[in-house]
């Protein structure tokens, strides 16, 4: 069978065939190999941190010349301690069945989000599931991963807290903080539009959260008010790192591609735009006696956003022309969501997706300001200098030439975290979901693909001891020291 | 006893002790960084999920190969010539098992002792029982029987997958665990003493 022989005593020349292994088995072996690889580089990358921590205690308990030995011995068991419980962490295998579902609270493109909580501790988070197969198929694998590690890779204020992600056979698993604030898109669709002080917090508060995600390295490419989430204090957070690109070798498309190769992989579905279900709305006709159109398309917003398509109103167009995009593609998203808030609708709002992207890419001659509509000089121009080309935008050397424009005057932009919101969520419970449209979600139901998809890999066979089913997600389950131990974890 | 390279048939000196596949190693520097127990840190804890992750890839390597341990292929759960292992039943009377099944008994075992809360605690009040290091050590010496029998009976099907690198760093670091925590017996190690012997030379225990 195998071509072996020895050239010297010990020196074999073995010709390597794989030609006798299942297709199961090979991909098994691939998948074995990374593991094995990202096993070892993150039991030295723990090490090393473990070590750093306790060389900073060490530091600390230095310069405190008059604690007393007693007492920095109980602060090193201390640290032994937390140590300890990371590890017993890291041994912790979460299922969904770990979970009790209070309700759904937002649906996507890939799967839903729903309030859960823990069974044993009793704490509340949000869980967003993502069926497999749907993103197999979508080429969404690299995105998830890419979401995961943005989310993960941050510790800020502004980014949406991942305790833990795990899987099963179907769906993986992102175990996140749960905003009871709902979303802007939400927020928007109940108040329609916001005065300019309004908007200038959630404008200020936006710059600031995209900022810290330019920061880390990443393009988010898909800020729109439904990624815009609110906390109990009525800040704002974000989340959906869906479509943001990073610089790992992971978020790159053709890595997976190229794991994926002599699989039987479909090719992927080309996404056909499907119209929007309701009322056909030319943005350049609207007025404000509309409103009842303009709540229409709102609703109809909405059902967009549970669509596989998604919304294309807040991209920019070096996205869809191809020619490269930087981080400034954000600032574009940011100028179309002002624009909603102050005007009511997002400025190449159109009856169907294909209609917006030709508007998107002729903004020169689409972009229009209703005249009933009265916006302060500083606002149209803040809007204008992002919404415009990629080379000419503001915020293409950095955010803080966003933070100096005349609109923010008089921004403080150091406790913009700490300040009181317009709108401060009223709260009954910790599992209050009233901001969230659950009666709606009820009623949307489940693309037919999907749930096809699901019943599909439910009925598959049920897989080995241990085994994590599909290749790249191998390192998915998720656990950080840091949040753990300091917001009291799982 | 397992054979000696001294045996009758020196061209059967086993595939894993040839070159260039005994010096393939993934991972390059000593493992003691990710071996010694970290200071304060608890000792069970420490073994209990380094005990949970050579368990879990273990047994990943062994999913690569098992369509080829068939009860026809190995009738016995052989660890070289002239050496069976036994599996004690019930009644501890050692029973000869086809290769395949003993290891999905071990397997199992292994995994039922794992995901045992009173065992290996992972809530966070549970704490480890008295007897918890003999149970590290009785997994420990059937994880080893594993890698003994993948080595000397499957090794072709490693180098066909070009997992040689990763399975040879991942028995350094088990064997280097073991050593540091006394988890197996010198005769345990006797099936592959050539290939630790070969690796010591190569200095791939050395410390720091
Ligand atoms: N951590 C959270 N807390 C509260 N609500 C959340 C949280 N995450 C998401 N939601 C709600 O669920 C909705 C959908 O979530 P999200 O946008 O993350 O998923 P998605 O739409 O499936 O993603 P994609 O854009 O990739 O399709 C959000 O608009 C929001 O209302």
Redo the contacts between chains.
């Keep these: 069978t195998q071509a072996s022989g020895s050239l010297n005593n010990d020196y074999i020349i073995f010709s390597r065939d794989d030609s006798m292994f299942s297709s199961s088995t090979k991909e098994r072996a691939k998948a074995l190999k990374l593991k094995v690889e990202l096993h070892y580089n993150q039991s030295v990358a723990h090490a090393v941190e473990r070590n750093q921590r306790r060389v900073e205690l060490e530091q600390e308990l230095a310069s405190e010349a008059r604690m007393s030995e007693e007492r920095k011995n109980r602060r090193r068991q201390q640290l032994g301690k937390q140590e300890s419980s990371f590890l017993r962490l890291r041994r912790l295998r979460l299922t969904a069945d770990d979970f009790l579902t209070v309700k759904v609270i937002g649906k996507g493109a890939f799967g839903e989000v729903r309030l859960v909580q823990k069974k044993d501790t009793g704490k509340i988070y949000a869980m967003k599931t993502l069926l497999k197969s749907e993103m197999f198929k979508k080429d969404q694998l690299a995105h998830v991963k890419a979401e995961r590690d943005v989310l993960a890779d941050s510790d800020s204020p502004w980014v949406v807290n991942l305790f833990y992600s795990f899987q099963d056979a179907v769906y993986l698993y992102l175990i996140m903080e749960f905003l009871p604030g709902g979303d802007l898109m939400t927020m928007l669709i109940k108040y329609e539009i916001f005065t300019e002080d309004v908007t200038r917090f959630y404008m200020a508060q936006c710059v600031l959260a995209i900022e810290t995600v330019h920061k880390l390295g990443f393009i988010h490419r898909d800020i729109k008010p439904d990624n815009i989430l609110i906390d109990k204090d009525g800040h704002i957070k974000l989340s959906d790192f869906g479509l943001s690109t990073g610089f790992h070798k992971t978020h790159d498309q053709a890595y997976y591609q190229r794991l994926l190769e002599n699989t039987s992989t479909p090719p992927s579905e080309q996404q056909t735009s499907r119209p929007r279900n309701s009322v056909m709305v030319d943005a350049i006709h609207l007025t404000v006696s509309n409103r009842n159109q303009i709540n229409t398309w709102r609703k109809s917003r909405r059902l967009m956003a549970y669509s596989t398509v998604g919304t294309p109103d807040y991209i920019a167009p070096e996205i869809f022309l191809h020619s490269g995009y930087g981080q400034e593609c954000d600032w574009w998203s940011l100028g179309t969501i002002m624009f909603e808030c102050l005007v009511g609708w997002p400025p190449f709002c159109a009856e169907d997706a294909q209609e917006t992207y030709r508007k998107i890419v002729n903004w020169q001659t689409q972009l229009y300001f209703p005249d009933e509509i009265q916006l302060s000089p500083e606002a149209e121009d803040l809007i204008r200098s992002l919404i415009t080309s990629a080379d000419q935008r503001l915020g293409r050397h950095g955010a803080e030439e966003i933070k100096a424009h005349p609109f923010f005057r008089g921004v403080n932009w150091d406790s913009l975290r700490s300040i009181d919101a317009p709108f401060k969520p009223q709260l009954t419970s910790i599992t209050d979901t009233s901001y969230f449209p659950t009666d709606e979600l009820e009623n949307v139901p489940e693309r037919p693909e999907v749930a096809a998809a699901r019943a599909n890999a439910m009925s598959q066979q049920p897989t080995q001891i241990g085994e994590e089913t599909g290749l790249p997600f191998i390192g998915y389950t998720y656990t950080r020291f840091n949040r753990l131990s300091r917001q009291g974890g799982l | 006893m397992p054979n000696s390279p001294t045996g009758p048939r020196v061209?059967a000196?086993p595939?894993f002790?040839?070159?260039?596949?005994v010096t393939s190693q993934?991972?390059k520097g000593s493992f003691s960084?990710?071996v010694v127990l970290?200071?304060?840190?608890?000792q069970g804890?420490?073994l209990?999920?380094n005990v949970?992750?050579f368990?879990?890839?273990l047994?990943?390597?062994y999913?690569?190969i098992n369509?080829f341990c068939t009860p026809r292929n190995c009738p016995s759960m052989s660890a070289g010539p002239g050496l069976d292992y036994t599996w004690l039943d019930a009644n501890k009377k050692p029973m000869r098992l086809p290769a395949p099944t003993y290891i999905e008994y071990v397997?199992?075992w292994i995994?039922n002792r794992i995901n045992d809360e009173t065992i290996?605690?992972?809530?966070?009040k549970g704490g480890f029982p008295q007897s918890f290091e003999q149970t590290c050590k009785g997994i420990y010496k059937q994880m080893f029987r594993i890698f003994a029998h993948i080595y000397h009976t499957h090794f072709?099907?490693i180098?066909?997958?070009?997992?040689e690198a990763?399975f040879n760093?991942?028995f350094v670091h088990f064997i280097h665990f073991s050593r540091t925590f006394n988890l197996l017996e010198q005769r345990d190690l006797e099936p592959l003493r050539a290939l630790i012997e070969n690796f010591e030379e190569q200095g791939l225990f050395k410390d720091g």
């Design positions: 061209a000196k595939l002790l040839c070159k260039p596949f993934l991972v960084t990710i970290p200071k304060y840190v608890d804890e420490w209990a999920l949970f992750e368990f879990d890839m047994n990943r390597f999913g690569v369509e397997l199992q995994n290996f605690p992972t809530k966070a072709d099907k180098l066909h997958m070009s997992l990763h760093s991942l």
